[in-house]
């Protein structure tokens, strides 16, 4: 079974950068559409952005478009989440989460494999 990890998170001063990293084990990513998603406390799993299999469409929530990047290198077996011009509100643990398919889809029901996300906290 495809198992993903994430790392890269951490504490960042508003205005400050972070690079999100997802790595599978055992299975090659090639085959899977990559989305992160973000939870807060109190709040319903959302997704940020997502990447096709090969890398030639993705998408981005309003709220992050301009700041955040997606890529992937599938020599590499990684999704990285570029992650800049960070605000208090970015905060929440961050998830990637693949599914087999060509379509950009950012609905969490729809992704079958989930990391077991890393911590984003934005504050001075």
């Known amino acids: 079974q495809l198992q993903l990890v994430e790392s890269g998170g951490g504490l960042v001063q508003p205005g400050g950068s972070l690079r999100l990293s997802c790595a599978a084990s055992?299975?090659?990513?090639?085959?899977?559409?990559i989305t992160w998603f973000r939870q807060a406390p109190g709040k319903e799993r959302e997704g940020v952005s997502c990447?096709?299999?090969?890398?030639?469409?993705?998408n981005y929530a309003d709220s992050v478009k301009g700041r955040f990047t997606i890529s992937r290198d599938n020599a590499k077996n990684r999704v990285y989440l570029q992650m800049n011009s960070l605000k208090p509100e970015d905060t929440a643990v961050y998830y990637c989460?693949?599914?087999?398919?060509?379509?950009?889809?950012?609905?969490?029901?729809?992704?079958?494999?989930w990391g077991q996300g890393t911590q984003v906290t934005v504050s001075s």
């Open positions: 989460a693949a599914r087999v398919g060509f379509v950009c889809e950012m609905e969490p029901q729809e992704y079958n494999y």
């Open positions: 055992e299975f090659t990513l090639d085959y899977y559409t």
């Open positions: 990447i096709s299999r090969r890398g030639g469409n993705t």
